[in-house]
């Protein structure tokens, strides 16, 4: 019996040895990267907001803003704490309101403010902007080479290029879908804010031109429409 109890503990003592030995072997292979870069994908969902409303100009119902793509990080300091992040994504932004945009028999477009002076009623009128963006941030965070959950503040600045662009009407006169109107500005920019910590962020985008070109005017008031976005929500960072 005596023998058996030397026998027992010869092996547990084995067995820790071994799991000690092992982890030792397993930290001393950990490599703590100290030129780590914070490379992200991103992903945004946003409430699309629109200002500078021209008179009798309203939004309705809930506009919707889909965002994604890849951001290049280069840290600026030792510490790599500070960083310039440079990118490219994709934008769907979605905006529903009563400006009503119907082209005549030219191929021209007119904008109809949709107030009570209409006869008819309609069940939709909105537009869909469909961008490539080039996003730019001067990044702050309290990250580490071995801590990857940190706050965040990352401000910059996105310019985007619209490659399509999409009215949609629908009401008594029937569906009315166009998606090659002039009015549009082409290429679309603004500042940006996000912060947070780890995966959740907050967004925000705040336009610094309008929509439409100058030369866009309302058919009865001759009000330009000079119309930009603010865009709140969510931004999501993923390694």
């Known amino acids: ?107 021209v477009a007119n904008y109809f403010v949709l107030d009570d002076s209409y006869e008819f009623d309609y069940s939709k009128n909105n537009f869909y902007l469909h961008m490539l963006e080039l996003p730019i941030e001067f990044r702050w965070r309290t990250s580490t080479p071995s801590d990857y959950r940190f706050w965040r503040v990352y401000a910059g600045f996105k310019v985007g290029y619209v490659f399509s662009h999409i009215t949609n009407f629908q009401g008594e006169v029937g569906h009315l879908r166009y998606t090659d109107i002039e009015g549009f500005n082409n290429f679309q920019y603004g500042l940006t804010l996000s912060a947070g910590y780890n995966t959740w962020n907050f967004y925000v985008y705040y336009a610094l031109n309008p929509i439409f070109n100058d030369d866009v005017k309302t058919v009865v008031n001759q009000d330009p429409v000079k119309m930009t976005a603010i865009k709140l929500g969510l931004i999501f960072y993923l390694l």
Not at 12 to 39: M, N, P, R, W
Not at 56 to 82: C, E, V, Y
């Open 1 to 107: 019996m005596k023998n058996y109890y030397i026998l027992i503990c010869f092996v547990c003592f084995g067995f820790s040895h071994t799991s000690y030995a092992q982890k030792e072997v397993l930290d001393s292979l950990t490599v703590i990267d100290s030129l780590y870069k914070e490379d992200q994908f991103y992903f945004s969902i946003t409430y699309n907001i629109l200002s500078q409303l021209p008179s009798g100009i309203d939004q309705t119902g809930f506009s919707l803003g889909l965002h994604a793509g890849f951001i290049k990080d280069m840290p600026l300091n030792k510490q790599r704490n500070i960083a310039l992040g440079i990118g490219l994504g994709y934008s769907y932004s979605s905006y529903n309101q009563n400006l009503g945009i119907i082209k005549d028999d030219d191929n």
